[in-house]
């Protein structure tokens, strides 16, 4: 929304917090690779969906967010989490849900008036405290 020119609230925060955690898991987390290496993985994320993420005009980047955010879009972006990071998927998974629910058969991308909706996060985000039993 804010992409769009619309006012800015809360769950633009959260929203921007979780495309950065996608970001990082997808851009970030593959084995060191050695300098022989770097241009392949240079190549690999300029292949990458998330290109899409900051070129082109704001509406562009809009509608590729909102249409990465519809639960098969979401699954093909995941699907490029670094292997270390694949312990996250299902709680981007959930996040997601939260952020970005369906209403009336469309992705609802507003904010709700009763910001209560949003501590439901809190009981989801709460596991991760049970992802340090991983490496990561």
Excluded at 46 to 71: F, N, P, V
Excluded at 99 to 126: C, E
Aim: charged share 25%; net charge positive; glycine share 8%.
């Amino acid at each position: 929304q804010v992409l769009q020119g619309k006012g800015h609230t809360y769950r633009h925060d959260l929203e921007s917090f979780f495309y950065v955690l996608v970001w990082m898991c997808i851009r970030h987390g593959h084995d060191n690779l050695n300098d022989g290496q770097s241009s392949k993985k240079a190549r690999k994320f300029a292949k990458s969906r998330l290109r899409r993420w900051y070129m082109g005009t704001y509406a562009e980047i809009a509608d590729t967010k909102l249409g990465h955010m519809d639960k098969n879009g979401f699954e093909n972006v995941i699907a490029e989490f670094a292997p270390k990071f694949d312990v996250l998927k299902q709680l981007t998974r959930e996040l997601r849900s939260i952020l970005f629910p369906i209403r009336d058969s469309a992705i609802f991308t507003g904010t709700f008036r009763d910001s209560s909706i949003m501590y439901g996060l809190g009981s989801r985000v709460g596991r991760v405290q049970n992802l340090y039993r991983y490496k990561v």
